[in-house]
C-alpha cells in the first residue's frame, strides 16, 4: 500500500518493492520545477557521476543486471547528444533501482539509497528533510509493529485461553447463550487480576470510548495478559476452582506489572492504541 510523507510542504509518494522502500523521484523534482519534473529526472540520468553511482549500485544489489549495456551507456555520457529516460535505463540494463509506473498515479521511484542521490542533487537541504520524515515514518510503523504483535498474541493466547474453557468448564449438553456466558466470565476472570474491573465495569465508565477494555491496554499490560491467558488455561486443567484461580493470577499481575514497568533492565514498551 502507498504511503506518504510531508518534506518541506511537499507530499512525497513512497511505495514498496520486494519488501524495499522506494521513494518517488517525480515528487522530489517537483520540489524545484514542478512544471518540468520528468526533464530534471531525465538530465540527472544523463549525469556521468549518477550513471557511475547507479551502475555500482546495480552490480552490489541486483544479480541480473547487464553490465555490457552499461558499459555503452557509460561510454557515452556526458556527451552533448547523449539522452536517457528512466524506461530505456531499465529496459536495457535491467535495472531494480528505478521502477517507472505508468498512469494518473504513477512516477518514477527509486529504491531510498538512490532518491537520496538524486534529493541531494535537487536540494542537500530537501535530502536531509527528506532523512527526518523518513525516519519518522519508520519509527511510527515500528511502534505501531511492536504494539499490534503483542495484541496479536494477546489473541492467540486467549484461543489457547478458550479452548481450556471448552475442554474442562463446559458440559456437552450446554447451548450457545450458556456456554457464551462461560467464556464471559472466563474473560473477566482475567480482566479482573489485571484491569481490577470487569468489561461491562469498564463500559460503564466509559461511555464514549470505542472498543473494550482490552483495547485500551498498554504495551506492558497486553504482556502481562498474554501470559495471564496460558496461566489461567493451566490452572482450568488442573481443576482450580474460580475462586483460587482469581487470586494467583492476581498476585501474578501485580508482580509482572511491577517488572514491566519500574525494572531498568526491562525494555520500554510503547502505549497501546488509545480510543481504537
Not at 34 to 48: C, E, H, P, Q, Y
Request: proline content about 4%; aromatic content about 8%.
Amino acid at each position: 500500500m502507498a504511503k506518504k510523507i510531508e518534506v518541506l510542504a511537499r507530499e512525497i509518494r513512497l511505495t514498496g518493492v520486494n519488501d524495499q522502500d522506494y521513494v518517488c523521484l517525480t515528487d522530489i523534482a517537483r520540489y524545484k520545477n514542478a512544471d518540468a519534473s520528468d526533464d530534471l529526472i531525465r538530465n540527472w540520468l544523463r549525469n556521468r557521476n549518477t550513471l557511475e553511482f547507479l551502475g555500482l549500485w546495480e552490480q552490489i544489489n541486483n544479480p541480473d543486471f547487464n553490465p555490457v549495456e552499461f558499459d555503452g551507456i557509460r561510454k557515452v555520457a556526458g556527451l552533448n547528444s547523449f539522452t536517457l529516460t528512466p524506461k530505456q535505463w531499465i529496459e536495457r540494463t535491467g535495472a531494480i533501482g528505478i521502477q517507472s509506473k505508468a498512469g494518473r498515479y504513477g512516477g518514477t521511484y527509486a529504491h531510498l539509497d538512490v532518491a537520496l542521490e538524486f534529493a541531494a542533487w535537487i536540494s542537500v537541504e530537501f535530502k536531509l528533510y527528506l532523512i527526518k520524515e523518513f525516519q519518522r515514518l519508520k519509527e511510527t510503523e515500528r511502534q505501531t509493529l511492536g504494539w499490534d504483535i503483542r495484541r496479536n498474541l494477546a489473541k492467540i493466547n486467549y484461543r489457547i485461553h478458550t479452548d481450556a474453557i471448552q475442554t474442562h468448564l463446559i458440559p456437552p449438553e450446554l447451548g450457545k447463550a450458556q456456554t457464551s456466558l462461560v467464556y464471559a466470565s472466563e474473560a473477566d476472570v482475567l480482566n479482573m487480576a489485571l484491569f481490577g474491573q470487569t468489561a461491562a465495569q469498564w463500559r460503564g465508565q466509559n461511555p464514549g470510548d470505542k472498543g473494550n477494555i482490552r483495547d485500551q491496554a498498554t504495551g506492558a499490560q497486553l504482556v502481562c495478559l498474554s501470559n495471564l491467558e496460558n496461566l489461567n488455561a493451566l490452572f482450568i486443567s488442573q481443576a482450580l476452582p474460580q475462586p483460587e484461580r482469581l487470586t494467583r493470577l492476581n498476585q501474578i499481575a501485580i508482580q509482572q506489572m511491577k517488572l514491566l514497568t519500574t525494572d531498568d533492565r526491562t525494555p520500554h514498551l510503547p502505549e497501546g492504541k488509545k480510543g481504537k
